[in-house]
C-alpha cells in the first residue's frame, strides 16, 4: 500500500476513572519515522489522532507496531499504554521485472516440436494476485515468430511448435511480455534472441553441362560441372571426385565461364 502524507487516523481514547485534573491530560507516541500524534481536547476528554508524516510502501515495510501512552495529570503522574500493530496492504503499484531486456540462446535446426528452448522469468514486488505474472509472446509483427515458438502462459518456457530450417531463417527475434494479474495490470517486456545453428541435412546437388565434341583433343574440356549445397560453414563446403575408372579427370577451373555459374564451389575440406 502507498499512503500519502498527511492522512489522519483517528484513535480510541483513554479511560480513567479519576476526574478532573487526575484524568488523561495527555498521550504520547513511541518514536518512528511514518507517524506523529496530535491530540483534541473536548471538554473533560482528550482525542488522540495518527497522523501520517511519510509515505507506507508494503515492499519496504510491510509491518509497523507503535505504543501509544496515555499519561494522567495527578501527582505523581499515572500512565497505561496500548499497543498499535499496523499492517501494510498491498496495491499494484510493482510492475514485473526481467533480469535482462535481451536473452540468447542457440538450437540447432530441426529440433523437435515441443522441444523447451529458454525459460523467461520475471519477479514482481508486490503480494497475492498482484505478483503472479501470465507471460505471452506478442502478437504485433511477429508472426513468423508465432508459427514457430509458443510460450506456457504459466512458466515462461518457450518451445518449439513449428519447423525450424537454418536455409530458411538463422535467427529469429521472440518478443515476450510479462503482466502481472493486479488491477489495474501492470507489465514489462524482454526479447530473445534465437540464433539457429546448421546441421548437415541437404546432400550436393551437381549440374552437368556437356561441351563434349567429336573430335575432342586429349586435356579438352568436355563438361562443366556445378555444385551446389544449401548448407552453411563446412556443412556446404564439396569435394569432388570422380568415383569410377574412366579415362577422364576432373580439374578445378577459374575461367570466367565457369565461375560465372551460380552457386559453384570448390573445396578439399570434406
Known amino acids: 500500500m502507498f499512503l500519502i502524507g498527511g492522512i489522519i487516523f483517528a484513535l480510541s481514547e ?8 487526575n484524568g488523561v491530560s495527555m498521550y504520547k507516541l513511541s518514536p518512528n519515522e511514518y507517524f506523529s500524534l496530535e491530540t483534541h481536547k473536548r471538554g473533560e476528554s482528550i482525542s488522540p489522532e495518527l497522523v501520517l508524516q511519510k509515505s507506507l510502501d508494503r ?3 510491510p509491518y509497523i507496531q507503535l505504543i501509544l501512552t496515555a499519561v494522567d495529570g495527578g501527582s ?3 500512565s497505561g499504554t496500548s499497543e498499535i500493530e499496523i499492517n501494510v496492504l498491498d496495491i499494484n503499484d510493482n510492475a514485473p521485472l526481467f533480469s535482462s531486456t535481451l536473452y540468447k540462446v542457440q538450437i540447432f535446426e530441426n529440433i523437435p516440436v515441443g522441444t523447451a528452448v529458454f525459460t523467461l522469468n520475471a519477479t514482481d514486488a508486490d503480494e497475492g494476485t498482484n505478483s503472479e505474472i501470465v507471460y505471452s509472446l506478442r502478437n504485433k509483427d511477429q508472426d513468423h515468430i508465432l508459427d ?7 512458466t515462461g518456457v518457450i518451445s518449439v511448435k ?3 530450417d537454418y536455409e530458411d531463417r538463422k535467427a529469429f527475434e521472440i518478443r515476450a511480455e510479462a503482466r502481472d494479474k493486479g488491477q489495474p495490470p501492470m507489465s514489462a517486456h524482454s526479447k530473445v534472441l534465437v540464433e539457429i545453428t546448421d546441421v548437415n541435412d541437404n546432400a550436393p546437388e551437381i549440374t552437368v553441362t556437356s561441351l563434349l565434341s567429336t573430335d575432342a583433343s586429349i586435356g ?3 563438361a562443366l560441372v556445378s555444385v551446389f549445397d544449401k548448407d552453411g560453414g563446412k556443412n556446404g563446403m ?12 576432373l580439374e578445378l ?4 565461364a565457369i565461375s560465372s555459374l551460380p552457386h559453384t564451389r570448390w573445396s578439399d575440406t570434406r
Not at 483513554?14 to 485534573?21: I, L, N, Q, T, Y
Not at 514457430?148 to 504459466?154: A, G, L, V
Open 14 to 21: 483513554a479511560s480513567d476513572a479519576d476526574v478532573g485534573k
Open 59 to 61: 515492499e519496504k515495510k
Open 76 to 78: 505523581p503522574p499515572n
Open 148 to 154: 514457430i515458438f509458443k510460450i506456457d502462459s504459466d
Open 162 to 164: 513449428g519447423k525450424i
Open 220 to 222: 579438352t574440356a568436355i
Open 238 to 249: 564439396v569435394n569432388c571426385k570422380i568415383s569410377n575408372n574412366v579415362p577422364f579427370k
Open 253 to 256: 577451373c577459374f575461367s570466367l
